[in-house]
Nanobody, 126 residues
């Protein structure tokens, strides 16, 4: 079992910046690719970004491309989501999740992720 704990959420003004973190004590952290999803009230959970096990490959939803950056530090068992120039429509609960390596066509599908954090609220004010 891999337990994931998100932190760093809060209230941020549009155009500001915020960094989310997701940490685990699992020694197997580096064996999992990691992802971030989000869910706004009344909406389905949606893919935000994912990063490969080594950190060498990253993918983003079109809605955040160029504004958000995913990274990981395998020595610290932590994955990050740097949110720059957030918009009010980025307001959601953000979840980190862990998965086994997959084909690119599958990396945005929530059901392919094995382990999930409890989520952290991000609110972007206009």
């Amino acid at each position: 079992q891999v337990q994931l704990v998100e932190s760093g959420g809060g209230l941020v003004q549009a155009g500001g910046s915020l960094r989310l973190s997701c940490a685990t004590s699992a020694r197997t952290f580096s064996s999992y690719a990691m992802g971030w999803f989000r869910q706004a009230p009344g909406k389905e959970r949606e893919f935000v970004s994912t990063i490969s096990r080594s950190g060498g490959s990253t993918y983003y939803a079109d809605s955040v491309k160029g504004r958000f950056t995913i990274s990981r530090d395998n020595a610290k068992n932590t994955v990050y989501l740097q949110m720059n120039s957030p918009k009010p429509e980025d307001t959601a609960v953000y979840y980190c999740a862990a998965r086994d390596p997959l084909k690119i066509a599958q990396i945005g599908l929530a059901y392919n992720y094995k382990y999930w954090g409890q989520g952290t609220q991000v609110t972007v004010s206009s």
